[in-house]
């Protein structure tokens, strides 16, 4: 049987962005598309192949990337799209291996398959990880302005504001993930491009989906407010649709959008995409190094 024009192999490809980008790179003829979900019964496009994936686990994570290498066989991934992400309300939730819950689902479940899947990658293949402007300071005050992945990993106390502040940082580990990648010799060998998106506010997501209803309620009422007196200073803040996001993301994954020569941050402003630099930290070659040796240490690899 000869391989389909493209593989793609998805996370957060259920709910929100991920599920309306799920839907158009899925109906791109020739397309053969593998996604991680947990629990069973989910509602995918016809053809979709589901493969269990608890990004809390990273038991789970190294399961679910042997059973996408069984399932391709010999053939190649051509668009690898890490999409997946969650936010507490606090840091006190851990993972099932001792990891604060958003960093762990967020940025170590990612870098883990980034670690066991980008080798699979075909030449010329595309690797996809979705971030936040919410990593930069110049974006929002929660934004992170150092980096210690040990302190992310085991935080030492949580409070009000933890959780944004938790899923801020691991946005830019996510940042600073794709860019070690994309700047690794044996990447750019084969000729593998690297982006990383950033959906801008978006409504109709996922995210916060742990905390009470009545507290989502509010949280989104009070926030639509405050985003649309901010988003008249700063455009940032002007919410797009989960729609248009995804719509974006599937552009993106499907190589339609690609960033200048050089870069790999697509920002999302007005649900359009722009090309700006991400933060100081996040360009920082010593954050990136630090990250990725820590990282592997959690995850139990090699360096």
């Keep these: 049987m000869a391989q389909p024009q493209r593989i793609v192999v998805m996370t957060g490809a259920t709910a929100g962005l991920g599920a309306h980008a799920l839907g158009r790179i899925a109906a791109v003829p ?15 496009p016809a053809g979709v192949e589901v493969l269990p994936l608890d990004l809390a686990s990273l038991a789970s994570v190294r399961a679910f990337a042997d059973q996408v290498c069984a399932e391709i ?10 999409n997946a992400g969650a936010q507490s309300p606090a840091s006190e939730a851990r993972s099932a291996d001792g990891f604060e819950l958003t960093f762990a689902v967020n940025h170590l479940a990612h870098y883990l ?17 979705t971030t936040s402007d919410t990593h930069d300071p110049a974006v929002t005050p929660i934004a992170p302005k150092t980096l210690d992945p040990l302190a992310l990993a085991h935080p030492a106390k949580g409070g009000l504001g933890s959780g ?18 994309a700047a690794s010799a044996d990447v750019q060998d084969r000729g593998v491009s690297v982006v990383a998106f950033n959906p801008g506010l978006t409504g109709g997501t996922s995210l916060g989906r742990d905390s009470s209803p009545v507290a989502r309620i509010v949280v989104r009422a009070l926030m639509g407010a405050i985003f649309r007196v901010v988003g008249l200073f700063k455009p940032e803040y002007v919410m797009s649709t989960a729609e ?3 719509e974006q993301l599937a552009q993106v994954a499907l190589g339609v959008v690609t960033p200048p020569p050089g870069r790999i941050y697509v920002s999302l402003v007005k ?3 722009t090309f700006p630099d991400p933060s100081e930290l996040a360009r920082s070659r010593d954050a990136q190094q ?14």
């Excluded at 066989?73 to 890490?82: A, F, H, Q, S």
């Excluded at 899923?167 to 996510?174: I, W």
């Excluded at 820590?294 to 090699?302: E, F, N």
Aim: glycine share 12%; with cysteine; hydrophobic share 50%.
């Design 73 to 82: 066989g010999e053939n190649l991934i051509d668009v690898l799209v890490l």
């Design 113 to 129: 398959l980034v670690r066991l899947l980008v080798p699979h990658l075909a030449e010329g293949g595309r690797l996809v990880i």
């Design 290 to 303: 630090q990250l990725w040796r820590d990282s592997a240490d959690m995850v139990g690899l090699a360096q």
């Design 164 to 181: 944004m502040r938790a899923y801020a940082a691991s946005k830019l580990c996510n940042l600073l993930t794709a860019q070690a990648v």
């Design 271 to 273: 649900g359009e995409p």
């Design 30 to 44: 020739g397309t053969r598309v593998l996604i991680g979900a947990r629990g069973a019964g989910r509602e995918v």
């Design 244 to 246: 248009r996001s995804g």
